[in-house]
Nanobody
Framework: VQLQASGGGLVQTGGSLRLSCAVS????????VGWHRQAPGKQRDWVTS???????YYANSVKGRFTISRDNAGNTVYLQMNGLGPEDTAVYYC?????????WGQGTLVTVSS
């Protein structure tokens, strides 16, 4: 399984961005795909996940502002981010949980200017 994140960029406070995570390879058996983020000098934190049955879960810090979704084929997972603030500045990573492992994609940088 390979994951490729894209869609990061520079946005002003209050703005929106949509990140994409393209999932390829043997996707059978993926239990969930999630987004995590790592701000400068901080640990990587979980943001949101979508499970194989399409259940969604959010960290309290993004609930009501971020929405995770995926296309019908399950090959692309999206993260719609609205109401962005400087505290959302981070490198965002997508990751797949499959057969007891977590596979990471490369990150995409989101910078929110104040």
């Amino acid at each position: 399984v390979q994951l490729q994140a894209s869609g990061g960029g520079l946005v002003q406070t209050g703005g929106s961005l949509r990140l994409s995570c393209a999932v390829s390879g043997s996707i059978f058996g993926i239990k969930a795909v999630g987004w995590h983020r790592q701000a400068p000098g901080k640990q990587r934190d979980w943001v949101t996940s979508i499970s194989a049955d399409s259940s969604t879960y959010y960290a309290n810090s993004v609930k009501g502002r971020f929405t995770i979704s995926r296309d019908n084929a399950g090959n692309t997972v999206y993260l719609q981010m609205n109401g962005l603030g400087p505290e959302d500045t981070a490198v965002y990573y997508c990751a797949a949980d499959i057969r007891g492992d977590r596979i990471w994609g490369q990150g995409t940088l989101v910078t929110v200017s104040s």
